[in-house]
């Protein structure tokens, strides 16, 4: 090999070693599953079961009780994170914040309203994430959020359960099905 | 005519350098996920991980995660400067010579 080769080979390795290093290794695909089959649990209980006021609060509050204690389940053997990674769960951890308050105010605000407002602030988180790991999939996503937050809150009322479900089915329980299958393709590929 | 810089040895190296590379983009990784990454075998990633430590380009941590044990790998400050050095040094070389 000559010299300019060797040195080339050298420069090849260290990009392609960067852009190995950033890809993600796992994209939490579960966290989507799990909240996809809480929104479709809590539109249920909301639509055909009694006590629909507390449908979201309960199946929410369990929601992230499950998120948490997988995070911990998941996190407690990983160490390895790309900043990237940092950055994006940075960002959920934000939103997960946010939402905070936004509960504690009980009713002050009417349920749609709320709704809207998650879908947005979910949208955005997601659009976010998608711009922080370069990943059009997840901006789509964000994007299919935003237009959830706007028919929500244009469309009319009995389109309402379509728009939940549509939003349980494809952005949180299809997209984490989509993660897990690209999981597992990097895990045969490693 | 200027003096070509000198490439760090310890950096040059294939595996060394994979791993250094590897390293810049994270706070900390395991041995599992760096062999995964770089493909090489436990034993050859173990010597250059070695000489790469004895250099204090990278810092080794070893733990325990339940009854498993975890060997952890961080990139240094010195390790850090020695890889950008090496870098640049790749580029004057690029630059200059050819």
Redesign the interface.
């Known amino acids: 090999m000559t010299e300019k080769a060797e040195i080339l080979s050298r420069v090849e390795l260290i990009e392609q070693m960067i852009a190995a290093g950033k890809r993600t290794t796992e994209h939490h695909g579960w966290v989507f599953i799990t909240w996809g089959i809480g929104y479709l649990v809590a539109t249920t209980r909301m639509y055909l079961l009694p006590e629909p006021d507390i449908a979201w609060s309960v199946t929410m509050s369990v929601c992230g009780v499950l998120t948490g204690v997988g995070f911990w389940l998941t996190h407690r053997a990983k160490k390895t994170a790309t900043e990237a990674e940092h950055s994006a769960g940075g960002v959920w951890i934000a939103t997960a914040l946010v939402f905070i308050p936004f509960i504690l105010s009980g009713e002050a605000y009417k349920p749609m309203t709320a709704a809207v407002v998650i879908f947005f602030i979910i949208g955005l988180a997601n659009l976010a994430s998608g711009n922080i790991l370069r990943w059009w999939p997840q901006r789509m996503v964000g994007l299919l959020w935003w237009s959830c937050a706007v028919a929500l809150a244009n469309g009319p009322k009995n389109l309402y359960p379509v728009i939940f479900v549509f939003n349980a089915l494809v952005c949180q329980i299809g997209f984490g099905l989509y993660l897990i299958m690209l999981d597992r393709k990097e895990l045969h590929r490693a | 005519m200027p003096d070509l810089p000198e490439l760090d040895e310890v950096c ?1 190296g ?1 595996v060394r ?2 791993a250094l ?2 390293l ?7 041995f599992t ?1 760096l062999r ?3 493909g090489a075998s436990d034993g050859n990633l173990s010597i250059h991980l070695s000489k790469l430590e004895n250099a204090k380009y990278i810092k080794v941590e070893k733990q325990f ?2 009854k ?1 044990p ?1 060997t ?1 790998y961080r990139l240094t400050k010195k390790g850090r400067e020695a890889f950008l050095e090496y ?1 640049c040094n ?1 580029k004057a ?2 630059g200059k ?2």
Do not use: C
């Open positions: 040059h294939q350098l994979a590379s590897l810049s983009g994270v706070k900390e990784a395991e996920w995964n990454k770089i995660v339940g498993k975890q952890l870098v790749l070389l690029l010579k050819f």
